[in-house]
Structures are given as C-alpha cells and as structure tokens.
C-alpha cells in the first residue's frame, strides 16, 4: 500500500511542476505581450503628436490663420528733367 500511495504522490506532484510551469510561461508571455504592446502604443502616440504639431505648424504660417501681409509704402523715383533741343 505504501508504494501506492508514493506513486499517487509524485503523479500529484509532476501534475503540480508541469500547472506551475504551463502558468510560468503564461505569465512571462503575458509581460512579453504588454512590453511589446507599450512600445508599440508609445511610438504610435509619439508620430501623432508629432503629426498634430506638423499640421498645426503648416496651418498657421500657409494657412488661413497666416498673418495677411501689410503693404509697404515705397517711393517711386520721380524722373529727372532732361534737356530737349527745340529749334
């Protein structure tokens, strides 16, 4: 009976190593996954700040809140007398 009972306790026990390495590689999979998920999420929102930054750039120095261009008064030369020979 005792080799009975030793047989059913290392079946138990290799039932319990192969759930607790089946939750390990869970568990590191899991950490893998959201790693690769921030990176992934922090490049995506660091090219849409970029992106929102670029288009705000463009739209206030090309766009219609471009500041409207003040005409600026410049002198004409006045054309100086020439001598005419009239007979």
């Known amino acids: ?12 026990e290799r039932e319990r190593a192969r759930t607790y390495q089946a939750r390990r590689q869970f568990h590191d999979g899991v950490i893998r996954r ?21 288009a705000q750039i463009a739209y206030y120095t ?13 002198s004409t030369p006045t054309p100086l007398p020439t001598e005419t020979t009239a007979p």
């Open 1 to 12: 009976m005792a080799a009975n009972a030793r047989g059913r306790d290392q079946r138990a």
């Open 34 to 54: 959201r790693r690769r998920d921030n990176l992934i999420a922090g490049v995506a929102g660091g090219v849409l700040i970029l992106a929102v930054v670029g």
């Open 62 to 74: 090309l766009g219609p809140g471009a500041p409207e261009p003040t005409p600026s008064s410049t």
